[in-house]
């Protein structure tokens, strides 16, 4: 999870639906919206150029129980069908991180560790850190059923993919072979906007004696 820049001011068609019984929250100015913002990027499990988009909230609206929080747009974030599903767990009610407007990375880390994803808070005492980062744990291990055991699979093996990549790259410029298209490469590779960021952002953060001059790419957000 990384910080996402959300634009304003909020797509019309939200004040219009909200003023109807049955309003819908999905029309097409708010998806067009979200998938820009978002980079078409699942801001739970950061996979990229999502098949199955859902706009989630993130706080629940319970079938239309909070009328505000519907139509909310600062409540409207971009996932995949997976994570959704995962989130609509009671447990996550109160809320979790809101990636629009605190940086995510300034209170977790991002991991791989054996064979499922580690995710750490910097205070074990914050509800909405530790619900964050069980979130995150189960979008990559989730296995309670049989079309899940499958979805989280593919999101672990897509990120160690990525992770690979990030690795190739890191030991060029280590190598000082081909450097200069291994630093370009590598900055595109830590873009916000791109897959599994947060894990290769904390990565190249941890290994900053090594990589001083990549540590510009990874800076996080002005408080
Ligand atoms: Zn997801």
Known sequence: ?????????????????????NGKYDRQDVIERLRQDFHNKCYIC?????????????LPH??????????????LFWSCGHCNGIKNSSKYDEGIIDCCNTDPERYLHFRMEGSNV?????DPKDEILKRTAQLVVETFSMKNTGMRTYTSDIRWKLLQKEMNLLYRQLERVHNGSGSKTAVRTLRSLLR?????AAFKRSYVRDHAAEYPELQQYVALEDQ
């Open 1 to 21: 999870m990384v910080k996402v820049e959300r634009s304003f001011p909020a797509p019309a068609s939200l004040a219009e639906e909200a003023k109807k019984v």
């Open 46 to 58: 950061e996979m990229k150029g999502l098949q199955d988009p859902n706009v989630e909230h993130l």
């Open 62 to 75: 319970k079938s239309g129980k909070y009328q505000d929080r519907k139509y909310d747009w600062e409540n």
């Open 118 to 122: 580690a995710i750490s808070v910097s």
């Open 192 to 196: 916000r906007e791109s897959a599994f």
